[in-house]
């Protein structure tokens, strides 16, 4: 088990370090949450000590203390019209290149960075990619706390099984102060359906199915790494 921890692990890291090398001097860099990320996240704080000269948006309160402890330089997202490059993970995702994000809790923020993207770099391992979207993976779906009860009907309606996102015993609560239910549809033969489905519901601020937001996905595998763009490109 060890060995196969390690071998993950080994492929996030090249993955992120393949994605890090599209940065360029000047640019605004969207930082993406969780473990992957965090890979890449690493790097270019190290490229930032050799001098690469670069401004960053952080996707959570997580990713910000990390980039501050690696002095990578920060900006508000209402500073700028757009951002250059941002590099993610994904806990899903399929040959169409839709994914499921927000195991990490950050998918309102990293939503908004993505949609304010103009070259979105997904970075997974080689685990990630799946036939149908919901195998390993529930979807996220943050809401309101005023509007719990009605959403959770509203789900159960489209035939979803909501569950309340719990940590350490109390719900858990997102940086703007939702909640999170994450949703089993099961497998999802039309997530472009349900994502509009879920896009109607009132009090749901954000739901984890990442639509026409992605230009390349880059996939460590063993002791390389693939990379996977999209069709339009």
């Known amino acids: 088990m060890e060995k196969v921890l390690a071998a993950i692990e080994k492929e996030k ?50 990713t910000q203390v990390l980039a501050e402890s690696l002095h990578i330089p920060l900006i508000d997202s209402n500073g700028v019209d757009y951002i250059d490059l941002t590099i993610d993970g994904a806990d899903e995702f399929n040959e169409d290149m839709v994914l ?85 549809f099961g497998h999802i033969k039309d997530p472009r359906s349900l994502s509009q489905h879920l896009d109607e519901v009132v009090g749901l601020v954000c739901h984890g199915l990442f639509i026409d937001l992605t230009s390349q996905i880059i996939q460590g595998i063993d002791n390389s790494t693939q990379t996977i763009f999209r069709r339009s490109n």
């Open 13 to 62: 890291q090249l993955a992120a370090s393949a994605a890090v090398a599209y940065i360029q001097d000047g640019q605004v860099i969207g930082l993406g949450t969780g473990s992957t990320a965090n890979y890449a996240i690493r790097e270019i704080g190290r490229l930032v000590q050799q001098g690469l000269q670069i401004r960053a948006i952080a996707t959570s309160r997580k």
């Open 100 to 184: 499921i994000k927000g195991g990490g809790g950050a998918l309102l923020r990293e939503k908004i960075v993505a949609s304010m993207t103009k070259k979105q770099i997904i970075i997974a391992d080689s685990g990630k990619k799946v036939e149908q979207l919901g195998l390993n993976f529930k979807v996220p779906i943050e809401i309101i706390p005023f509007a719990g009860n009605y959403v959770i009907n509203r789900l159960k309606e489209m035939g979803g099984i909501p569950s309340i996102r719990q940590l350490a015993g109390k719900t858990f609560v997102t940086d703007q102060g939702n909640w999170i239910l994450d949703t089993d």
